[in-house]
């Protein structure tokens, strides 16, 4: 029998026969290796430990340590749910059962909603599945005899994948777990070895669902699991789940008078008054922060003729989510991203290599046609307005622009104590343009990343057609993630735009585009600040940075007096003047998470002060009026998180 070479990670090489698999290929090199071995990765592909090794090869075991170990073990979990519910809920027709980032989902089509104890019998049906140590067996059929063989089960389905997934060719793959008749599955995997080693999952929800998410097709229920490789990740995570419930930005948007939804306008927000002033309060602070920083602002139409969306593409690829207008014979849309009207007013105006770059900054509103089974609260709705920007450059300048756009990210996330992380995404398989300009525009990101002092991961491939891209996942107060700033290169729409600069040569060039923003949406960063900061801003966000609380009638005209030197000195102050006692008063203004309570009687009435009250530290003790305006707005001026007043006594007496 011939033999192939297995190179190992560490650099270590050894012989074994052609067709060994590579389960056996662990065990040699130690039974731990061998009982640990989820996979494998073989020449960089993931494969089953069953796979056989027929040619020369560098080899790396997967284990529960691996960063691939989990999503293949909750791929994995999501096929034993489905071996669970087809045991429980006979002719049951099985959907699709992806990984997702937070777990695995698996939809079917049954006779009936699944309720919450049918979850319950599920996940213990999922445990006894687990606990007897079934085989994953991955199977090749030939694909006449799958499709056959499913359409007798009436699994139709799954016939449907099969037709779509692998036309031309003569085999597909099929995993059983034990065997057919517990459970199948067109998959090409791969999975982990046994359902033993399947031990820390839990169901969490259902909701309705279509095949393949469009609403005209068979409807769906669709079961959300996680899983992990430890019951203490489990458990962390589940901890996590219950923290995000408290912090639900749609619970805490309604319970502090920030926005509301009405059925007659789905998707749209209706921002209340404290939740405009927090909107404008974010929308003024990034003019702060663009305008010194050389950026123009901008607006453009909301409504376009059909002709524009064909010159840049978006008509053939993305008309479905635009809302299309019918006017005097003409078909207009209503915008769903500024681009092509920022191409349109930098064409307006001849521009010179000197004038470069140009940065137009932009906050209308934008709206885009999402299923409304995706709407979610502010996370995913249909109109919303961006921190959008286009800046254009040569392609010399694209170094020094990415990395002042890298500082500004830097800048803005360090003010709302957001950890990030940054990912560069590099020429996809398929792209415009030559290989050469995307060889530069990479190594010039690269270089803007190391000057930024940034470190990045490398995401190869995953570019956008027209261009390289940086991505920024923020890390909020609870651990989740969430990508929100973007800088994407393009040099395809100033083609289609016939975008010119003159040059120091006298002739027209093309300039590069730089898309990006920071906060993303608007609506979508206030939904994370909400439930980053559990509802309680930091004193500059806060749409009420101070309330006074009179302790009688008698108090109020100098509570009013108060209220009335906060709001001239530019603080955002109200006047609780309800006929209730203070205690109560104050628990009003901590549940409304209200930075600062000011309570004014009879002494402070006399002495010109203010009894000064955190939401965070408690009683601060009796302040003078200038000097809490004083401390309030350097809190203020500096973004500080935390008071900027210190306790001097307890106050208690104020409170009396």
Request: glycine share 6%; aromatic share 10%; charged share 25%.
């Amino acid at each position: 029998m011939s033999q192939v070479t297995v190179t190992l990670p560490d650099g270590s090489s050894r012989s074994v026969s052609s067709g060994t698999p590579v389960r056996d290929v662990a065990a040699e090199i130690s039974a731990g290796l061998a009982k640990a071995a989820y996979a494998a990765l073989v020449n960089g592909k993931l494969v089953d430990l069953s796979y056989p090794l027929e040619t020369d090869a560098a080899v790396r075991i997967v284990t529960d340590k691996s960063l691939e170990a989990l999503p293949l073990l909750r791929h994995s979990t999501a096929h034993l749910m489905a071996a669970a519910v087809t045991n429980l809920f006979p002719g049951t027709q099985c959907g699709i059962g992806p990984a997702t980032d937070e777990g695995f989902f698996y939809d079917f089509i049954v006779d009936r909603p699944f309720v919450p104890e049918d979850l319950d019998a599920i996940e213990q049906k999922m445990r006894e599945l687990a606990q007897q140590d079934l085989l994953y067996e991955r199977q090749m059929w030939r694909r006449d005899e799958a499709k056959a063989f499913f359409a007798k089960r009436g699994e139709p389905l799954k016939v449907q994948l099969i037709d779509e997934k692998t036309e031309g060719q003569t085999e597909v793959s099929c995993y059983t777990i034990k065997d057919k008749e517990t459970f199948i599955d067109f998959c090409v995997g791969p999975h982990v070895p046994s359902t033993g080693k399947l031990k820390a999952f839990k169901l969490l929800s259902t909701s309705n669902a279509y095949w393949k998410g469009d609403a005209r097709n068979a409807p769906m229920q669709r079961i959300y699991g996680t899983a992990f490789a430890s019951d203490k990740e489990l458990k962390a995570y589940l901890a996590q789940i219950e923290e995000a419930k408290k912090r639900d930005h749609r619970k805490l948007g309604r319970e502090l008078g920030l926005f509301t939804f009405h059925q007659w306008a789905p998707g749209a927000a209706f921002w209340l008054d404290k939740g405009t002033t927090l909107y404008n309060t974010l929308a003024n602070y990034m003019r702060e922060v663009l305008f010194p920083a050389g950026y123009v602002e901008v607006k453009t139409p909301l409504v376009y003729n059909k002709a524009l969306w064909e010159r840049s593409g978006h008509w053939a690829h993305y008309k479905d989510n635009m809302f299309l207008i019918e006017s005097e014979g003409e078909t207009m849309s209503v915008k769903p991203m500024n681009c092509p009207g920022h191409f349109l007013t930098y064409a307006s105006t001849t521009h010179s290599y000197r004038d470069l770059p140009v940065r137009f900054h932009e906050q209308t509103p934008l709206h885009r046609n999402e299923a409304s089974g995706v709407l979610s609260g502010l996370t995913r709705v249909r109109q919303f307005s961006q921190d959008d920007a286009h800046c254009f450059i040569t392609p010399e300048q694209i170094g020094d622009e990415v990395e002042r756009l890298i500082r500004l990210v830097q800048r803005v996330y360090g003010d709302f104590a957001l950890p990030f992380t940054a990912k560069l995404s590099t020429r996809p398989e398929k792209f415009m343009g030559e290989i050469a300009t995307w060889d530069h525009a990479e190594a010039q990101l690269k270089e803007a990343l190391v000057r930024a002092k940034l470190e990045y991961t490398l995401n190869e491939g995953d570019g956008a057609f027209y261009g390289p891209k940086i991505d920024f996942d923020v890390t909020d107060a609870i651990g989740r993630k969430w990508q929100c700033a973007t800088i994407q290169l393009d040099y395809q729409q100033p083609e289609n735009f016939d975008l010119k600069y003159i040059g120091a040569d006298n002739a027209e060039h093309r300039p590069v585009v730089i898309h990006r923003a920071i906060f993303g949406s608007f609506e979508r960063f206030i939904a994370i600040l909400i439930e980053h900061y559990a509802g309680a801003f930091p004193l500059w966000l806060a749409p009420v940075q101070a309330i006074v609380l009179p302790i009688s009638d008698r108090h109020q005209p100098y509570a009013a007096t108060v209220r009335d030197k906060l709001a001239a000195a530019g603080l955002r102050a109200e006047l609780d003047d309800r006929q209730e006692k203070i205690g109560y008063k104050i628990r009003e203004a901590q549940l409304q998470k209200i930075p600062y309570m000011l309570v004014t009687g009879d002494r402070e009435a006399a002495e010109g002060t203010v009894s000064v009250r955190s939401r965070s530290a408690g009683d601060l003790g009796a302040r003078p009026i200038d000097a809490f305006v004083a401390a309030a707005k350097d809190e203020i001026a500096t973004k500080n998180l935390g008071s900027a007043l210190k306790a001097q006594g307890s106050g208690t007496e104020a409170v009396a």
